[in-house]
């Protein structure tokens, strides 16, 4: 596997994704060694200077004014990241940290820290080796960077604190350090600062996201258009000429790949002549482009966000190309907690409009034909009736994580940080919300294929064919009530697994944002 290198450019949101899900090895440019020496070699000219300097040679936040003597700074730093952190909860994933650990070295080779090379190798160091911090739930508000969660991988660097070897061991970093011939780091000025004051835990997160969604905003076309054919829809409302009519471009995308999937459909073709009178498909159907095309379009304006903070140098005080150490406010977490909180609003839309489309094939007054819940024997059996209520369960508590955690701010550190991003916490709930879009869909991916088959002997288009032929390698098709629940799990690992997306590639460019 190649290195990711890590130095003055921007990493890409693959390169991110190759890293801290992919677990490509990261290497630091010579370009990045040479900026992180000067820059050093600027803050020891300053630790030696008589006149403080914040991060350098005092104390922090509200005791930012308290000049620090020079025997006491290592233990300033030490005390900083042990009191720092402070998290509480279950620990996140392995890959949010392992994007925390990245981003953080990102910016530590940026040149704008005035950390020593000797700490960015051995962060590099800990990340190949698999070492992943015990990182909680709790601990950011989103500004002064996500401080609890990066001060538990700093504590870590230093040899305290408990990790996750490369085999999920929980371990003292210690030991584990010690297996991988790394030593602990005995921290200098302005080092403990650097490593805790970015936004890195919700930027990994935003990345992440961004990804997922890409993929089930695809997935959600699919599904939309099997219920188009299980509730023997129109395909005429996707043509492009239509679309044109409002140039967003995300909706022209959303409707070119519905008519796509509905190409060559035996059970569209069967109801398209003069004798239909159907006039116009319900929202749910009719509008499926113009909801999923304003989900990517929102999708699109997060990736500019994240790729924006990736080309970042998220600290404070940062070092400049001139040697001048100044205090920013670049680590207030805002433009990526808002655009996090916004991702959460498409999600939870595009989710209720696959519940509707689910509940409308299990009406009979509604579903042209089909069986009361698709049920093999209506009232012996209840085929898929509770399913549909697990998707309205879910999309209840979507609306509910669609409410915004960046309106919310609570005053800390004296009233010094009187006002914060609570951008980790939009970014956890997003991370949720993922999760059960990921689990509508699948629900109605297994009802609409359940319509499907029902509609025999006609049969539908390709695409929706080869996803049918997918699905029934591990969830039966039409008959008796059965144990439904592992075939939701099976779905949502199908879609998951990206085994749906590589047969749509065969149908249409899916990835061609």
């Not at 070492?131 to 230093?158: F, K, M, N, T, W």
């Not at 604190?161 to 302005?190: F, H, I, N, T, W």
């Not at 790729?307 to 600290?315: F, K, V, W």
């Amino acid at each position: 596997m190649s290195h990711v290198p890590v130095g003055l450019k921007p990493l890409s949101r693959a390169q991110v994704l190759a890293v801290v899900r992919g677990g490509a090895p990261v290497e630091i440019t010579a370009e990045a060694r040479e900026a992180v020496a000067a820059a050093r070699a600027h803050i020891e000219a300053l630790a030696a200077a008589e006149t403080p300097t914040y991060g350098v040679s005092t104390g922090f936040g509200a005791l930012a004014t308290k000049h620090i003597p020079l025997d006491r700074r290592a233990a300033l730093q030490r005390s900083l990241i042990r009191s720092h952190a402070a998290g509480a909860g279950p620990e996140v994933e392995a890959e949010v940290v392992r994007g925390l650990m990245l981003l953080r070295l990102r910016t530590l080779a940026s040149g704008h820290t005035g950390v020593r090379l000797s700490t960015v190798d051995t962060l590099a160091g800990m990340l190949n080796a698999g070492i992943v911090p015990v990182v909680h739930e709790y601990g950011s508000l989103g500004c002064s960077g996500d401080l609890a969660p990066l001060s538990s991988i700093a504590l870590a660097l230093i040899g305290e604190g408990q990790v996750r070897d490369g085999s999920g061991e929980l371990r003292d970093a210690s030991e584990a350090l010690y297996e991988a011939g790394l030593e602990p780091v005995q921290l200098a000025e302005k080092e403990g600062l650097a490593l805790i004051n970015g936004t890195d835990g919700m930027l990994g997160m935003l990345v992440m996201a961004c990804a997922d969604l890409a993929e089930l905003f695809d997935i959600a076309d699919l599904t939309a258009a099997m219920s188009v054919e299980a509730l023997l829809g129109t395909d005429r409302v996707f043509a492009p000429e239509l679309h044109s009519l409002r140039p967003h471009p995300g909706q022209a995308l959303s409707a070119s790949r519905m008519a796509a999937f509905l190409r060559d459909s035996g059970i569209v073709a069967s109801h398209r002549g003069p004798d239909c009178n159907r006039v116009q498909d319900a929202y749910s159907l009719r509008c499926a482009p113009q909801v999923h095309g304003a989900a990517r379009d929102s999708l699109t304006h997060a990736e500019t966000v994240a790729e924006r903070e990736l080309a970042s140098a998220i600290d404070n005080p940062v070092v400049l190309a001139d040697g001048r150490v100044e205090s920013n406010g670049n680590f207030h977490g805002a433009p990526v907690a808002y655009v996090l909180d916004f991702l959460a609003i498409p999600l939870a839309d595009v989710a209720s409009m696959a519940e509707r489309r689910t509940d409308r094939m299990l009406d009979k007054a509604r579903s042209h034909g089909l069986p009361p819940f698709l049920a093999d024997d209506p009232g012996v059996d209840s085929g898929h009736m509770i399913a549909q209520y697990t998707q309205a369960a879910i999309v209840s508590e979507l609306k509910r994580l669609a409410v915004p955690a960046s309106v919310d701010s609570i005053p800390s550190s004296a009233m010094q940080e009187d006002h914060v991003s609570m951008g980790w916490s939009a970014a956890r709930k997003l991370r949720k919300a993922i999760d059960g879009l990921r689990t509508v869909l699948a629900i109605e991916l297994l009802t609409a294929a359940r319509a499907l088959d029902m509609r025999a002997p006609l049969q539908p288009g390709p695409a929706s064919a080869g996803v049918l032929a997918l699905l029934r390698e591990s969830a039966g098709g039409p008959g008796p009530d059965r144990h439904l629940a592992p075939e939701i799990a099976a779905a949502e690992e199908l879609i998951r697994s990206g085994a749906v997306l590589a047969h749509l590639e065969s149908i249409v460019d899916g990835r061609n944002r």
